[in-house]
């Protein structure tokens, strides 16, 4: 698995998701300004996060990854155990 140096503090691994980046959706902190963002991170394939794009904003990695329909989009192959 190769993260980015910049991105590696935010590495998780999960049996069920594998390996992971803790995040918040960039489309979350545009539509809910209010919500403490600590509240917002959730657990993202390293692989989607890559392939969308983000940045590190306040300490808080920051990704491109969509939300459709309440559900988070990405790949069944960015899922790596």
Known sequence: MNIPNDISRYHVYTPDGGHELQCILEQDLMDLPDVDKEEMICNI?????????YYIQDGYLITKVPRVDGRIEY?????EH
């Open 45 to 53: 394939p390293v692989k989607a996060v890559i392939k969308a794009g």
């Open 75 to 79: 790949d069944s192959e960015d899922i």
